[in-house]
């Protein structure tokens, strides 16, 4: 009875009453940014006097928000190709090795999913200060790919362990070498896993701001870098008009992804 | 046998111990960022807790004998403990309808969820700052429908970083919950209700018992990502209602004092991994902190 829609009686209303307003308190606040990233107000002000695309134009006429989000996407690209290759190398060993301590090595190499980022984000800031790597585009690299990784080995390791491994094997019966049969037979099948640990790392890196604060120097910062030191000085619509950018990426990437997955499936 | 590259029970005794120092050395690229750049600035952070300015337990004396430390830590827990109440408090109505309602309705609140969970953290925490904010839409509206006279303070306070919060882990309380709710057999409640148990009974007796483990493992999720938050505590939050994530960065970066650092980083190490520990014992692995 409670977990028949059709027969809650008046509670189908209140939950559906629930949800929906829950679903809009979700929602709005990111059309809201967007509408007013088009909206005249230096203010802010909603519903705005006029529309305009002046934030727009100072964003792109402004070289230092550019270089940040070059910088922004640099470094996911970076981070995302190292990423999937060590963690395709990894969860290889993970998936179909049989030594002691396995567990305890997935484990750890998880770990930096659940520790909390500014932890480590001190850590490594202390870290790097004292070999030189604090300000650099490695020093971004690196700490990304620490909390990247985890992402990536839980997406491969998921689609290997789906793998018969028979297959592969009979590719290096019919002569094929193994790494070849590995390179042409395991990795197409397992390519959907691949591609889901491609978008994680990416937008794991490119949204990444707790790191990246600590990672930064006066010339070297990405997009969120970018965002929070101007959020500290005052509200701009400009930081809107960046964050409709950065919502754009993200969408367009969760339907590539979606599609990616679609087109596997037929 | 030659084909067999990777284990298999099959090979010899030699065979498979070459094969594993085969499979182990492919986790070594991973194995070593971990250790070389997570495990040991880590623990090397900790350390200088117990050895800066002068080696003993100097630091954490004055971090648990201090008492606007001991403020922050008690509004740290305070805040997390509200923005997980609050969350299961919405989570659990709205995941009880995901789990049931029709696909075509359930479709678009996943898009939304998914969408919301995968936007950028500060664009998120930066509309709120303008939602809320004096001359912001919440307070003209509240005003305009004279609920209110004066623009009421929603930021930089309890109220403010509480909203914020909740907004970032709704998705995270939601989803789990649908799954522990989509995999209850409806005839129980059939059950309940031909054994005469009205919708009151059966929600309290019946599907709110059969919920509550993963009541309990989406709360101790929340309330642990909630302890470590920076972002948005900081820029949502103020000065006055300062979070544990917020004071261990300016005892480094403002300071410069990582005797002090490493001690708060230590304690919140030290909470969120006993509470992680404590989910791990009673629900097993579960997907912890994803995004």
Redesign the interface.
Known sequence: ?????DR??A?KW???A??GL??A???L??L??AA?SFGSSQ????PPPSWTLRWYADFFADPRWLEAAWTSFRIAAIVTVLSVL??L??S???V????IGKEA?RA??L?????????????????FLRIGLNGTTTGFV??H??VA?PFS??SITNVLEGFD?SIE?AA??CGAH?LEAKIRVTLPAISHGLFSAAVFSF??SW?E??LA??MASPTLQTL?VK??AT??QD?TPV??AA?TL??IV??AL?LLAALVRKGLKS | MA?????SSSAGAVK?RVV??Y?????L???L??LV??????L??LL?SVMEPEPGFGNYAELLGTTTYLKIFLNTFIVSALVTVVSLL?GF??A???????SRLST??FA?????M???????T??????L?R???IN?TLMGLGLINEPLPLVNNLIGVTIGMT?IM??FIILPLYGV?RR?D?AI??A??LCGAT?FQ??TR??IPLAAPGMVSGALMVF?MS??Y??TPA?LGGTANMML?EL??QF??SLVN?GM?GAA?LV??VV??TL?AIQLRLFGPA?????
């Open positions: 009875m409670l977990l028949n829609f809650l009686g509670w209140i939950l559906l629930i949800t829950t679903a308190f979700l929602i606040p990111i809201f940014i007013l203010w802010l002000i909603f060590i963690g190398v990894a290889f060993g993970l179909r090795g049989r030594f090595l750890l190499f770990t930096p999913m659940i520790l909390p980022v500014v932890v480590l984000a001190v850590a490594l800031y202390a870290f690196i700490a790919l620490v990784l080995i839980l491994k094997d290096v019966l193994p937008l794991t949204d701001v707790v604060i600590f969120p965002i929070w959020l500290r509200l930081v809107a964050s950065l919502i993200t969408i969760m | 084909l067999l590259t990777d284990t498979s594993r120092q499979n182990f050395a492919q986790t690229p991973a194995l960022l971990i750049f997570f495990v040991l600035p880590v090397a952070l200088r919405i109505p709205v009880w309808a995901l789990a049931i309602m029709p678009v609140v939304i969820l998914i969408l919301s995968w936007t950028n953290l500060l664009t998120r930066y509309a709120w700052m303008v939602l904010q001359t912001g839409v003209k907004y709704l998705p709710i209850i409806p409640l059939q309940a209700a919708r059966a929600l019946i599907l642990v302890l470590g920076f972002v820029l994530a261990i960065a480094v970066q990582w650092g980083a919140l190490l969120t991994l992680y997907r912890i902190g994803e995004r």
